[in-house]
């Protein structure tokens, strides 16, 4: 099953622009995180005690857990 609908249809240039693109991106991403290494561990830390507090009340309240899962997710996105 394709998950794209349509076909891609891109020159070379423009894939070797998007490829480039992407992994300048890429870059300026973990120069990000190894200039401030405080800031990751904080967003871990965060998603981490979300993941527990949705682990001790999944029996409890399970929209609540799912919630607080998604809340971990988003911050794992940034």
């Known amino acids: 099953m394709p998950t794209l609908r349509e076909?891609?249809?891109?020159g070379p240039t423009e894939s070797l622009a998007d490829a480039f693109k992407a992994l300048f991106d890429e870059a300026l991403m973990l120069v990000d995180a190894l200039?401030?290494?405080?800031?990751?561990?904080?967003?871990?830390e965060q998603m981490r005690a979300l993941?527990?507090?949705?682990?001790?009340?999944?029996a409890i309240d399970p929209q609540q857990a799912e919630l607080l899962r998604s809340r971990a997710a988003r911050i794992g996105l940034r």
């Open 35 to 44: 200039l401030s290494p405080n800031k990751i561990i904080n967003e871990v």
């Open 7 to 10: 076909p891609f249809h891109a």
């Open 51 to 58: 993941q527990v507090a949705a682990d001790n009340i999944e």
